[in-house]
């Protein structure tokens, strides 16, 4: 029996082929089917940059404003739900009132999808410092410091404020706000190779776009692409 970390009643795992296969890989689940069902999977129909849901095959609106401001260069963004009620009262819980242990369930969200995903670098986006202090643990790297090996290249300016608490228009014009991080080493792969940045969420793109040109500025070869939980 495990215990479901959001609704917390014991539930016993379904037994996945890929358990049985290589017990080695064995993972422990830890949300119950009623909880994972109120989480909701992004449908076929995607936009082909940012994995946005729409009615017909194309480029949504984000990003056909992004292609205007960056050419022939669009950020590749991979996603897997949508950024539904459920969703935003668990990244509420897990954000603004630091609930912690939260980081498990974003886990569980993403690690199967990730497992999947081959890149040279896997570049988290950073809490401001402001945010670090207040909830004593960085989101991002909270949630992907288990999954994947981290290169903590960026960083960011203290006094940026938090994406979250701006209205979409303010997001658009926010500054850039990233930092390269000084003493991080780097394989020499990396530089003719692919990057993954780390997200937990994809709303307008602004702040990917800052990472990945900020990025550009060492990497002006390497293929750079971004994850978000949800779009
Ligand atoms: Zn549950
Ligand atoms: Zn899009």
Known sequence: MNRCLLCNQY???EISFLNI???VEKHEAKLCQHCLNKFE?????RCFLCSKNLNKEGICNDCQRWQTIYRNDPLKNY???RYNAFFHDLMV????YGDYVLYQVLQELCHEKLKSMNYDAYIPIPTSPEHMEKRQFDTISAIYADLVPLTPLLQKNSGSGA?????????LMSPQSFLIAKDVQLRENIFK?????LDDIYTTGRTLYHARDKLRELF???????FSICR
């Open 41 to 45: 999977l992004l449908g076929k129909i």
């Open 220 to 226: 002006p070869e390497t293929i750079i692409e971004s």
């Open 21 to 23: 296969l290589s017990p």
């Open 79 to 81: 996603a897997i739900f």
């Open 163 to 171: 994406q979250g608490e701006k209205s979409r228009q303010e997001r």
């Open 11 to 13: 539930f016993i795992p």
């Open 193 to 197: 190779g692919k990057i993954l940045l």
């Open 93 to 96: 819980n897990y954000k603004r």
